[in-house]
């Protein structure tokens, strides 16, 4: 047998020796036939499998050094309406961990630990997962610099990947208007959340090669090119937003008051330019994402508005024609019984015409003009300056406030309190929506916190008072800001101003607290022409004054000196400019706002019957 393999492979056969046993012979000739069949069939796989299942063998191959890794999108950008950016997303790298591996260089443990700024049993607790898990985070969010510093060390079992984290360049002084994202740049609250779609990227994808530690070696092919998230451009300029922020936060501070809101509104687009609130906590610190210091209270926050609602009471008597603004009301002896209650004022304005009515700010006065009118005639002109809806701006968390129909206010006494701004609750975005109606002579239009492209359409408009009424109102309104109305402190130098103070009783336990109250200031500027509206709250002044003229009125005043010169809107009133002894715009800048001194008198307070 062993001769005859040999002939076939051209050999000479074995001579056996006489002393050579047929036995060991065919042993070995058995053998070696084996080891030559074995050696043939390995050729013949061999062969088999490079020409007939070479693709199987190339795909098995891959499949251990070749993987589709995710290629991460940045977020869009949120701009104000001048291209400046409010929230950007800058590269950060996230180091991670196969535990398994890891936990086979403990003796690498305190040099990463270090790095990471973590301590060995934080360590030890992250990588205290099942088997069966091949990926633990180990630290998210860190600079490049540091994240590249981790990997030098070569500590096999651990990588690293970029990701972007979101940062606001003016932190506490947007946050409570943009929100913030999580972790893993997803929008949470405001801006960020209502515009999640537009703002969000949409990741790639590639092939690459990766060598036995997991480490990236050569990129293949690109599967899917990442899509950066689309910028969002606000109708906010952060240059007022700065002005108002600044002013709220002294005013709060002076008064020592639990909370506050602002808001601006440009009269001619609808546009929202800025909207800031107290307390503030700043969105690039995780550590101060807290509810209460990043709600937007000027749209999650409802109040009784109180005075500043009457010049929509002295509106719609002038509507009436039963009123005019020189006709004559008495309201000796300084209180009105209204049944079983009374409406009171701080002094007895006695007899006084309905210019007076509003510049002093009585009770009593506004009370019997209303009374004078069908209840629901009110209630009417309240729901058509959008009381008691949202205003639909798209911002999530929004209030649509307390607007009772007048069949449930409780009668006459119900009656008057609508009327001088009790028993109904609006948000500061509605009462700036509705002060607009008084700068746009009687029209009411839809805000936005968009930046507008295009001019508004008149078909969204709607008239809500005439333009004769609402600018009889405005002069009233002037005479409210004057030195004899309660007002004074929101004046500007060199501009008209017409607006009407504000001071609410708060409700603690379901009653009217005696001495916790709310300031308030809404107004518009310049008089003659409005271009801008504010409203403003203080919550809770606990520093000894708490008027509404003497706590809210500043911060218009001095957010609106310096936002007239920005936004190079002409003086109507030069004399003025004069006598304060004003220098020139060009010499004013955002730093050199007036301080304010809180006074601890002003004239009138809204008493709740």
């Known amino acids: 047998m062993f001769n005859k393999i040999l002939l076939m492979f051209g050999k000479k056969p074995v001579k056996r020796s006489a002393g050579t046993s047929s036995r060991s012979m065919t042993r070995r000739e058995l053998l070696l036939g084996l080891l030559f069949l074995a050696a043939g069939g390995m050729v013949v796989r061999a062969a088999y499998l490079q020409v007939v299942h070479a693709d199987f063998l190339r795909e098995q191959g891959d499949q251990r050094f070749l993987r ?8 869009g950008m949120i701009l104000d309406r001048n291209g400046e950016p409010l929230a950007v997303s800058s590269p950060v790298d996230s180091v991670w961990a196969q535990p ?10 305190p040099a990463l630990a270090s790095l990471l700024g973590l301590t060995m049993t934080e360590l030890e607790q992250k990588l205290a997962v099942p088997e069966t898990r091949q990926f633990v985070y180990l630290r998210r969010h860190l600079a490049p610099s540091v994240a590249q510093r981790v990997m030098q060390l070569g500590v096999p079992g651990v990588y690293s990947r970029r990701e972007y984290r979101r940062y606001y360049p003016d932190a506490e002084v947007t946050s409570h208007l943009l929100g913030f994202t999580d972790i893993d740049d997803a929008g949470q609250e405001g801006i960020e959340k209502s515009f999640d779609d537009r703002l969000r990227g949409i990741p790639g994808s590639k092939r690459v090669i990766k060598d ?13 090119v990442p899509q950066a998230g689309q910028a969002v451009v606000l109708s906010i300029d952060r240059r007022l937003q700065y002005l108002a922020y600044r002013a709220l936060k002294a005013a709060v501070r002076e008064n020592r008051a639990s909370a506050g809101s602002a808001v601006i509104v440009d009269v001619q687009t609808g546009e929202i330019l800025a909207m800031v609130d107290q307390p503030a906590g700043n969105p690039n610190n995780r550590a101060e994402l807290k509810g209460d210091l990043l709600r937007n209270r000027a749209i999650t926050d409802v109040y009784e508005p ?19 603004p020189s006709t004559r009301v008495n309201t000796s002896p300084g209180w009105l019984q209204v049944g079983r209650n009374r409406v009171r004022d ?7 015409d309905v210019v007076h009515v509003l510049s002093k700010s009585s009770n009593v006065g506004t009370s019997k003009i209303a009374l ?16 008691g809806v949202p205003t639909e701006v798209g911002l999530g968390g929004e209030q649509p406030g307390v607007l009772r129909h007048f069949s449930k206010w409780g009668g006459e006494i119900g009656h008057a309190n609508h009327s001088f701004g009790y028993g109904l609750s609006v948000s500061m975005l509605q009462l700036a929506q509705a002060y607009v109606v008084l700068a746009t002579d009687g029209i009411r239009q839809p805000l936005t916190l968009l930046k507008r492209e295009q001019p508004l359409d008149p078909a969204k408009e709607e008239r809500v008072l005439s333009a004769k009424s609402v600018r009889q109102v405005r002069a009233m309104m002037e005479e409210a800001v004057s030195r004899k109305g309660t007002g004074f402190k929101s004046t500007v130098p060199g501009y008209r101003v017409a607006g009407k103070t504000g001071t609410v009783h708060k409700i603690v336990g379901g009653r009217y607290a005696a001495n916790r109250y709310f300031s308030l200031f809404a107004g518009m500027v310049p008089a003659s022409n409005p271009r801008l509206v504010m409203t403003i709250i203080v919550d809770e002044p606990k520093s000894g004054a708490y008027y509404g003229g003497t706590v809210a009125a500043p911060v218009f005043g001095q957010t609106m000196g310096e936002a007239l010169r920005i936004l190079n809107i002409t003086p109507d009133d030069l004399p003025s400019m004069k006598i304060a002894g004003m220098v020139s715009p060009a010499k004013k800048t955002a730093d050199n706002l007036p301080s304010v001194k809180i006074a601890n008198t002003a004239p009138a307070v809204e008493k709740k019957p």
Request: charged share 25%; aromatic share 10%.
């Open 212 to 224: 036995r530690l997991g480490q990236i070696v050569e990129d293949v092919e690109n599967i899917q």
């Open 100 to 109: 398994t591996e890891l936990k086979q260089q403990r003796d690498r443990w």
């Open 306 to 324: 109180g005075s500043t609602l009457k010049p929509f009471t002295i509106a719609m008597a002038l509507e009436s024609g039963r009123w005019t």
């Open 346 to 352: 701080v002094h007895n304005y006695g007899l006084i």
């Open 372 to 387: 004078s009118l069908p209840a629901e005639r009110l209630w009417k002109l309240y729901k058509n300056l959008g009381f």
């Open 68 to 75: 589709v890794v995710e290629v991460p999108a940045h977020r």
